[in-house]
């Protein structure tokens, strides 16, 4: 049988294009459920408060660097969105005295406006999040160079290349609206994949790449940073792909409840935990990672249950 035409954005795949079993199936999901969903290779963690879920977010941080050093250079990727864990990481590098030098850090994404990746002065930039939030608070001293940051703009087959010579220790990312990590949104419904999305192995041939944002990552973004006001989110962006994606040893998704809604969060649980990957929910094509982990704010898992506001 042919599949459902999106109820969002007829001319793109999304996830309300899914099998409905699956979409039943997900939104019946209770708590504990998503905790029995880990398997080998699928972590689940839960976070009673916001303080130790942004805590052990930065945390990744400074573990991740502790395993660098000048002959076996390693590092992060991580987002915007969430970007709480940020001055917590700088704090912690200064507090520890912490000599980071050696490390390595990739940005996951950048907007791009007329074809350019946006500059650090635009308002909505992730690099300018990233150096003001973290980067530009760590003492000098214990700093790494403006080389070892490595943001999605430029060249992007030299981003790509980065990771082949340094380690990646985790890749960290939040989950938006669409299903996506960074900006790997579902593809529009067109040409080669008018009647299909791509299978989970074409899309997983994706790199870092100027994407055409869905338009729910638009509204998201409009939303969550720019106070609803749609006409200053770019409707391009760079981002990281699969194929870097691949090369990080653990994939870190952080659900504080922001970024997506108690569904979403069922649903990639659901098919990363079950192996159900489908380009049309892009994050579950991480059910193909060797090495997968969903830390969640538990207050933010809710339930599904209609609720009249």
């Known amino acids: 049988m042919p599949r459902p035409i999106s109820k969002v954005a007829p001319a793109w795949w999304d996830y309300t294009t899914l099998d409905a079993k699956i979409l039943a199936d997900a939104a019946k999901l209770t708590a504990k459920d998503l905790l029995q969903l880990a398997r080998p290779g699928f972590e689940v963690r839960f976070y009673e408060t916001l303080e130790e879920f942004y805590l052990a977010e930065a945390l990744e941080y400074i573990e991740a660097w502790r395993q660098s050093s000048e002959s076996k250079p390693a590092g992060i990727c991580g987002p915007i969105g969430p970007t709480e864990q940020l001055p917590l990481v700088a704090r912690i590098v200064n507090a520890l005295g912490l000599d980071v030098r050696s490390a390595h850090f990739w940005g996951m994404d950048e907007w791009v406006q007329d074809g350019k990746p946006v500059p650090v002065t635009h308002p909505l930039s992730f690099a300018k999040a990233d150096l003001e939030l973290c980067f530009n608070r760590i003492d000098e001293n214990l700093r790494m160079p403006d080389s070892h940051l490595h943001f999605p703009t430029g060249d992007l087959a030299r981003y790509t290349r980065s990771y082949d010579s340094v380690r990646c220790v985790v890749m960290q990312g939040g989950q938006g609206e669409v299903k996506h990590w960074a900006f790997n949104d579902p593809l529009?419904?067109?040409?080669?994949?008018?009647?299909?999305?791509?299978?989970?192995?074409?899309?997983?041939?994706?790199?870092?790449?100027?994407?055409?944002?869905?338009?729910?990552?638009?509204?998201?973004?409009?939303?969550?940073?720019?106070?609803?006001?749609?006409?200053?989110?770019?409707?391009?962006?760079?981002?990281?792909?699969?194929?870097?994606?691949?090369?990080?040893?653990?994939?870190?998704?952080?659900?504080?409840?922001?970024?997506?809604?108690?569904?979403?969060?069922?649903?990639?649980?659901?098919?990363?935990?079950?192996?159900?990957?489908?380009?049309?929910?892009?994050?579950?094509?991480?059910?193909?990672?060797?090495?997968?982990?969903?830390?969640?704010?538990?207050?933010?898992?809710?339930?599904?249950?209609?609720?009249?506001?």
């Open 188 to 309: 529009p419904r067109s040409g080669a994949h008018k009647d299909a999305p791509p299978s989970p192995a074409e899309y997983r041939k994706l790199a870092a790449r100027v994407v055409d944002l869905h338009p729910m990552t638009v509204i998201q973004n409009a939303r969550t940073s720019g106070g609803g006001n749609v006409s200053m989110v770019p409707t391009q962006a760079a981002t990281v792909g699969p194929v870097e994606t691949w090369k990080a040893e653990r994939v870190s998704i952080w659900h504080a409840g922001v970024h997506d809604n108690p569904f979403g969060m069922r649903l990639t649980s659901l098919m990363i935990s079950k192996k159900i990957p489908d380009s049309s929910v892009p994050m579950s094509l991480l059910a193909e990672h060797p090495n997968v982990r969903f830390s969640f704010y538990r207050p933010a898992i809710g339930t599904c249950e209609a609720q009249m506001h």
